[in-house]
């Protein structure tokens, strides 16, 4: 059933709060922001021990709370009385903990998540139909209704009071009451945990109503789009009414050759949104690729350290009033669900200041140095794209990691096993391919990192990189058997841990590949 079109109510609060950004002082807002988190929290726990009362200011603050990561919370606060955390870190009782690992090689965490912290991630999502009709002012969004492509919305009762489980789940039992005629899937299909059968019956379901806007991880999307395909016979549209699609969590840069097959029929509107467990952070306000604007007035205070001096006893914090572009930056959030100075993970680089944009340039843990030769995420991405360009290829995924030697006198070298979409290809030709792969990613990391250059050379210290071209759904396959299929999860784009690496090609070789 197509519910009320409530696009032209919605518009006028559109123009008012797109009105109100672009006047927006952010290193102002930020900084009372930040007055306003410290006044909420100053009676916790938290705030008793770094003595909320007596800060007036960020110098103050960056003085008397250090640099804390989720380990650092979970031991020095949480832990002893967790699930009850009451006037802990935040005033009240956390009623919902999101539950993330973000990929395959992460450890599961429970970050709070706090009433307020709900109420914000509203008016974020909100922001981003804001973005869209000001690009777009002609564009319906609430004509149709929203698809969200998440995990499993079944919530776990932890205590009276306090659940566990995704922070889809989070968002389906917090959704407001007006939003709900306007949001696909319904509870049912939403609660299923079997992704396999939840993206069959959501497919099915799909394929009968007025689908205007549509969210998710790419990777996952890509499926949903294929099944309903599959479902009309391979005639398209997959969604005749589609005109915005929100993604994140994984880059797009991969998929959007594919993304712009599946949406020329509509000329559907892509919006890259920056959403963690820990809050929402930045949504696109421009067009792809020209940076993400940070959510300045949400309930969140940034700070951004630069990542080579994490490790330092007293890094350098820039917040909104000194952050420069160009930097690569470690994200810090202190947030009203009671995070304070969280080294969250992320790293992003500023494009703009004014207002503040940034681009999602990776993780810590995304980072390849095994043998000194300080690889960012960032630049992994880059070479493996530009090769797949060059070479007239579309990757759907790929990791990487490093290979130790064996043997005396034998060299390291990184290996890349990168899934492609494509017609099959004789096993002869696929090692030919792979190799060519290879050299390209080789040729594009020396060019553009020196240190990766200099141990390169000659092949002393590092041999040439190989490539393993695998099968389309290879990676689904490996996520189904570590139980993390779908919704937020995603292929770790970098492995470090050597256990976990030697896992996925030891999966690899278990599966007849067939295509490449």
């Known amino acids: 059933m197509r519910p009320l079109n409530g696009t032209p109510l919605f518009r006028l609060y559109a123009e008012r709060r797109r009105r109100y950004l672009e006047q927006l002082d952010t290193a102002a807002a930020q900084a009372q922001g930040l007055r306003q988190l410290i006044a909420q929290a100053r009676q916790t726990r938290f705030g008793h021990d770094h003595h909320f009362e007596k800060i007036n200011d960020v110098v103050d603050y960056q003085r008397r709370v250090p640099l804390r990561r989720y380990e650092d919370f979970l031991a020095e606060y949480w832990r002893p009385i967790f699930p009850m955390l009451t006037n802990v870190t935040w005033p009240g009782r956390i009623p919902f903990f ?14 709070p998540v706090s009433h307020a912290m709900v109420r914000a991630n509203h008016r974020a999502a909100l922001d981003v139909l804001v973005w869209h009709l000001a690009s777009r002012p002609h564009g319906q969004p609430l004509a ?5 492509l998440g995990g499993s919305t079944a919530l776990t009762r932890l205590a009276k009071g306090v659940h566990s489980g995704d922070l889809s789940g989070i968002a389906a039992k917090t959704i407001p ?35 205007r806007v549509l969210s998710g991880t790419p ?6 789009f294929e099944r309903i395909l599959a479902l009309r016979g391979g ?20 998929y959007a050759d594919r993304f712009a097959d599946y949406l020329r029929a509509t000329g559907a509107a892509t919006r890259e949104v920056y959403a963690a467990s820990e809050g929402f952070i930045a949504v ?5 690729g020209e940076g993400l604007r940070l959510l300045a007035d949400n309930g969140i205070f940034f700070e951004f350290v630069p990542v080579e001096e994490l490790s330092s006893p007293r890094p350098t914090r820039h917040w909104l009033g000194n952050l420069e572009t160009g930097i690569h930056y470690a994200v810090v959030l202190s947030t009203n669900a009671g995070l304070w100075s969280d080294v969250i993970g992320d790293t992003v680089r500023f494009v703009d200041r004014h207002p503040p944009r940034l681009l999602v340039t990776g993780r810590l843990s995304y980072m390849m140095s095994a043998f000194g030769e300080h690889l960012t995420g960032e630049e992994i991405e880059e070479a493996v794209l530009e090769a797949a360009q060059k070479l007239k290829m579309q990757v759907t ?8 030697p064996s043997s005396p006198g034998a060299k390291g070298r990184h290996a890349y096993i990168i899934e492609c979409s494509g017609p099959p290809s004789p096993a002869e030709a696929r090692q030919a391919l792979a190799e060519r792969f290879a050299a390209q990613i080789d040729q594009t990391l020396m060019e553009g990192n020196a240190d990766y250059r200099e141990h390169r050379r ?33 292929v770790p784009r970098v492995i470090n841990d050597q256990a976990l690496f030697a896992d996925l090609k030891h999966h690899i070789l278990a599966v007849p590949q067939d295509r490449f």
């Not at 005639?235 to 991969?254: N, R, T, Y």
Request: proline share 6%; net charge negative.
């Open 284 to 288: 696109a306000d421009r067009d792809p």
């Open 177 to 211: 009451f007006w939003a709900r005629p306007y949001t696909l899937p319904g509870s049912k299909l939403a609660l299923l945990a079997d992704w396999d059968e939840k993206l069959e019956r959501i497919a099915a379901a799909a394929i009968h109503e007025p689908i």
């Open 144 to 148: 149709g209704k929203t698809l969200i």
């Open 397 to 404: 995924d790929f990791s990487m990691g490093a290979e130790f």
């Open 458 to 490: 000659g092949d002393v210290q590092l041999d040439a990189p190989r490539v393993i071209l695998v099968d389309p759904g290879t990676f689904a396959h490996w996520l189904r058997a570590h139980g993390r299929l779908g919704g937020q999860n995603k």
């Open 235 to 254: 005639k398209g549209p997959a969604f005749s009414e589609l005109e915005l699609l929100i993604h994140g969590g994984v880059a797009f840069a991969p």
């Open 98 to 111: 999101a539950l993330s690992s973000g990929t395959a090689s992460g450890a599961t965490k429970t970050i």
């Open 219 to 224: 990777s996952w999307l890509i499926l949903l």
